[in-house]
C-alpha cells in the first residue's frame, strides 16, 4: 500500500483542514431497491468484532508476545549489591547488601512514623489518622459530642462514635477481617500527650525532667503519672492489643481468657536499639507493678 | 530486586518451532475462552536474575512437614537471614502447583503468611508477598481464593510508598480479581477502586503499569458494566488515565498500553462515555493517534500495535456519541491530520497485525460518515488509491466511499476518473452478496452523481459484470435499476 509522499510531511505539519466540498445530495440516492445511508457504527464490549485484538493483549499479558517498546523505555532497576551499610534512622540498625532491599525497609519502618510514639504506618493516611487519635486532645474533647472516628477506607466518609463502632463498620460493610492488624483500639486512660522524644529514650530521668520535657503541661493535675506509666509503659512501644500500627513479632494468636485476641509480644523489635548502654526493652510501669 | 523479565522464553531452552507451536496453542486456546466468554489472563512477576542468583535451585515439591518448619522458621527464627531464607525457600516451592496445594490445606499457613506480610521485618514483607504472588498466579481457584485473607493488605499497603513493594501488591491484586466474581465482591466494598484512585498518583513507571493491569482486569469483568464501571467513573481515575495518555516525552508506552485497555473496556461498556468526553477524551486519544503514527514512522519499535488497537476502538466507538458531535468543533477530530495518522496505521498494521485492519477501517467509517470535512480531506490528500488496495481487506472500505459519494457531485466528481471504476468492476466479479451489494450502492450514487461515469461503465464492459448478479436473489432489484440508468440515463 503505497503512501502519498507528502502525507508524512502533513502528519508533522499544523493542525487543521482543507475547507469542506459543498455538500448537495439528490433525494433519488439511496431509495429503493438502494438502501445506502452513511451509518455510524458501534460495537458492544463482548462482540466477534473484537475477538483478533483481545487475542492479541492477551497473549501479550500471558508474555508469549514480545514486551511493549524496546530497553530504553522499560523502567528497570538494577539490583545493585553494594558493601553493607547501615541503616542511618536513629534507633534502627539494620543492615544492607542492597539498595531496593532499603528502599523498602525505609518506607515500611521510617517513612510514616508517629513523631510521638515512635510507631511506623504503612501509609500516611493511617499515620494521620493515628495521630489525631491517639494524640490530639482535642479529638478526644469533640469525640465525646460528635461522630469522630473516621472509616479507615479511603473514600468512605462514614464517622463512628467510638472505635469499637468504626470496627464494626468496616467488617460489615467492607469485609475486613476483624482481627485488622492496623485498627487496634486505642486503650483509653485519660489524655495522651505530646513528649519530648529525647528525654523518654532514656531509662534513668526523673520526674523532674520529664516535666521540662512536656511540651502540654497536663490539664489534669496527677496526671503526670499516668502519662508517665502510659509513657513508659505499653503504650511507649508497639504491644499488646492497642497498637495500630506494624506489629512488631507476630506470634501465633493464642486462646486468651478474655478472649480477646493478643497478638503481640511485649518484646521490642530488634531493629530497635537505643544507643550505648540502654538495656533492651522497656521495664514498663504495668510490669513493674506486677514485680513489686 | 523484583524487576519483571518479560520477553517470553528463553532461546536457550526452546527452538523456534516450538515458541511458535507454542503461540499457536496458546492462541486457539484464548480463542476458545473469548468465546465462551471466559477470557482470563494472570500475569507472573518473577526476577530471573534473582533466581539465578539463589543458584539454580529447580522449584521443589515440599510436604507438610516441610512446609511448617519454613513457615516456623519464618515467623520465630532468631536470626533475620534464617527467617528470610526460610521464606525464601517457600516461596521457591510455591511456584509448584502440588506444593500450593499442600500449603493451603496446611492450618494456619495463610494465617501465618498474613502476619509476615504485615510484621514489620521489611524483607519478610516483601517476601511474603512474593509467596502470596505465586498462589494468586495459580490456576486452580482453591489456591487462589486462599488469598483472600491478605487482600485487606494488599489494599493497604498501596498507599505506601516502597515502589517495589507496590507493583507487587497490584499483579498480585490483578491476578486475584481476574479469578472470579467472588473474589470482586469482596474487594469492591473493601475499597479496591478509591484505593487505586488514590495509588494511580504516584510517579513510578512500574507501579503505574502495574495499576494499569490491575484495573483492566477490574473492568474486564463480566458485571463490570452494572457493578465497577460507575464507581470508576465517578472517582478521580478517568482523569489521570487520561493524563497518563497524553502524547509527549513522559509518554511511557507500557504504562500507555494499560490504561488505554482500561478506557476501551470502559468505553465498549457504554455506561457513561459522555462524562468521558467532557473530560477531554476525544481530544487526548485524537493527539495520541497522531503520536502514534509518527511513533510507526520512527522506530520499528515492538508493540505499537498493541497500543494502536485500544486507540483506535475507543475513538471509533466515542464518535458514536452524541455529545461527541457537540463537542466536534473544538477538537482535533476536524483536523485533516486524524486522517492522515490513521492510513499511516493502517499501512503499518498491513504489515505488523493484518487482522486489525478491520478495526483501523471502522475508525475510517466513523469519521468519515457525517463528516464533510473528512470527506474532503481524503479527497484532498490523495486516499483514495491507498484505500482501494485495503479493498480485498474489508468491504468498509466500500462503505467508506460510499460515504464520500453520497454527499454529492462535488465528491463525485473527485472520485472520478481514477482506478475507482476498475476496483469496481473486479468487486463485482466476487461472489460474496455483501460485497457486490455494496459495490451496486456505490455505482448508483456514482452514476446519479458523476456525468460521464454510465459510459465510462458501460465501455469498460460493465453490462457483463452485472449480468452475473441478474439471478440472485438479494441483487437483482439494483441490478436491473443500474442496467436502465446505464443504458438510459
Redesign the interface.
Known sequence: ????P???A????A????????????P???T???????????????HD??????????????????????AP???????ARVPEFTCQVAGCCQVFD?L??Y???????H??VCSFCKR?F?????LDTHILEWHDSLFQILAERQDMYQCL????TEKFRTSRDRKEHLVM?????AD???DKPRRSRGQDFAVDSRIIWRTDFSMGDFYKALSISPAVPGAAEQVLAEALGDDRA?SEGDAME???????PSPEPAGERR?YSHRI???ICFGQGASRGFKSAKKRNKHQ | ????Q???LKPLRCGVEQLRC??RE??AA??KA??E?Q?V????LR?E??EEAEEGCVAMIFGEAEIQQFLRLA??GTE?KEREGALVSLRRGLQCPETQQTFIRLE?SI??LV??L??????L??EAARCLHELSHSEQSAVVEACL?AT??LL??L???????IELCLYTLGNLIVESEAVRR?LL???I???L??CIQSP???VLEALG?ALSQLLQAKEA?EKIIPSVLG?TLPQHMLQLLQPGPKL???VA?EFA?CLH?II???VNNALLITQGALSTLGLLL?DL??AV?R?E???L???A??VL?CL??L??EAAAEAVGGQL?L????VV??L??L??FL?QK?P??L??GL?LL??L???S??F???L?????I??LL??LSVSNVVLTVL??VA??????CQ?LWPGPLLSSLLDTLAFSDTEVVG?S???L??LF??QPGAAQAFLQQSGLQALQRHEEVAQLQ??VH?LQQTALHG
Open positions: 500500500m503505497q503512501l502519498p507528502a502525507l508524512h502533513r502528519l508533522a505539519g493542525p487543521g483542514s482543507a475547507e469542506p466540498l459543498p455538500v448537495e445530495r439528490d433519488a440516492a439511496g429503493t431497491p438502494f438502501s445506502f445511508a452513511p451509518r455510524l457504527v458501534r460495537f458492544p464490549r463482548e468484532f473484537f475477538e483478533d485484538g483481545d487475542v492479541q493483549r492477551h497473549l501479550y499479558l500471558q508474555d508469549v508476545l514480545t514486551q511493549v517498546g524496546g523505555e522499560r523502567p528497570r532497576r538494577p539490583s542492597a531496593e532491599d528502599e523498602h525497609h525505609y518506607h515500611a519502618l517513612r510514616n511506623a504503612p501509609s500516611g493516611h493511617l477506607v479511603e473514600g468512605c460493610r467492607h469485609l475486613y477481617p485488622f492488624r492496623f508497639p506494624v506489629c512488631s513479632e507476630h506470634v501465633e497478638a523489635p530488634s531493629t | 530486586m523484583w524487576s519483571r518479560r520477553g517470553g507454542r503461540r496458546r492462541e484464548l480463542r473469548r468465546r466468554q477470557l489472563s494472570k500475569r507472573l526476577d536474575a534473582l515467623q520465630r533475620e494456619g494465617r501465618t502476619g509476615l504485615t510484621s514489620n521485618q521489611a524483607l514483607q516483601l485473607p485487606s493488605y493497604t499497603y498507599s505506601g510508598h516502597s515502589s517495589d513493594f469482596q466494598p473493601q475499597g477502586v478509591p484505593a484512585a488514590a513510578h513507571l512500574t493491569y458494566p472517582s511511557n508506552l507500557g498500553v485497555w473496556y465498549c461498556s457504554q497522531l503514527a509518527g514512522q522506530t519499535d515492538a508493540g500495535e498493541l497500543l488497537c485500544p476502538r471509533s466507538n464518535l458514536t482535533q476536524r483536523d485533516e491530520r492522515a495518522a492510513f499511516i493502517l499501512q498491513l497485525q487482522s486489525l478491520p478495526e471502522w467509517n466513523n468519515t460518515a457525517n464533510p470535512s470527506c474532503t480531506s479527497l484532498s490528500l490523495d486516499l488509491e491507498p488496495h485495503l460510499c460515504n453520497e454527499k454529492g457531485p462535488a465528491y473527485r455494496q451496486l450502492e456505490l448508483q450514487l446519479l452523481y432489484d439494483r435499476a
